[in-house]
């Protein structure tokens, strides 16, 4: 399995509050993605970094910013969390080329009251 | 724009009975398409990848699945289902450059004693 690990795994917070969520590689992939997962929407993209300090927005990225300062950390923050952001986060990485696939950490359960 | 259908939100078979899980892709080139599996509490896994040539693709876990560019479809198959099949498969597609992957919705897969 590919050296992804997300932290914290589980989080409970107030509507309001700014939070932030961890990715670590140990594949020293340059791509690395947030993902977020809700019932009937499969995965949507949130962010996604292409290299140290290079990113960009996916189809879902307002009220999320992202960061990178090394190749094996992305960070995902909530500024002001609100409860439309309940929903298990993933990050992913892949290698380089159209046909790499994404390998997937285990997700964050995040659950904004 | 791209995007992923699968029309079946939930299936149910029988253990050993054969496994067909619907996928349309709508992309103006050739698409790059996956199917990935998720089990409970887990991320997602790679089952197998489409980018060229034969159109039927052999995966692990015994799946296989075709790519039929007339009816832009690719459609995940199981000769004799398992139970420890049961999760949500998804069907991806991936844009040249690939670092926008569109997910379909899922499909959960229910297996019957």
């Known amino acids: 399995d590919a050296g992804i690990t997300q932290s914290p795994r589980h989080k409970v917070t107030e509507t309001g509050t700014p939070v932030t969520l961890r990715c670590h590689q140990t594949e020293n992939h340059r791509y690395m993605y947030w993902y977020r997962q809700d019932p009937g929407h499969g995965l949507r993209l949130i962010h996604y970094?292409?290299?140290?300090?290079?990113?960009d927005k996916g189809e879902v990225s307002d009220g999320y910013s992202v960061s990178r300062s090394k190749t094996e950390d992305f960070l995902l923050t909530l500024e002001s969390a609100t409860s439309s952001q309940t929903s298990v986060y993933f990050c992913a990485i892949s290698g380089t080329g159209d046909n790499s696939p994404l390998h997937f950490g285990n997700g964050t359960r995040l659950t904004v009251t | 724009a791209q995007s992923v259908t699968q029309p079946d939100i939930h299936i149910t078979v029988s253990e050993g009975a054969s496994l067909e899980l619907r996928c349309n892709y709508s992309?103006?080139?050739?698409?790059?398409l996956f199917w990935y599996v998720q089990s409970p509490g887990q991320g997602l896994q790679l089952l197998l990848k489409y980018f060229s040539g034969d159109t039927l693709v052999q995966g692990i876990k015994g799946f296989e699945a075709e790519f039929k560019r007339s009816q832009s479809s690719f459609n995940l198959r199981k000769p004799s289902v398992h139970w420890s099949d049961a999760a949500e498969y998804f069907c991806a597609v991936t844009n040249t450059g690939g670092f926008k992957t569109i997910f379909g919705a899922g499909t959960r897969l229910f297996v019957k004693a």
């Open positions: 992309y103006g080139a050739t698409p790059y």
């Open positions: 970094s292409y290299g140290v300090k290079d990113t």
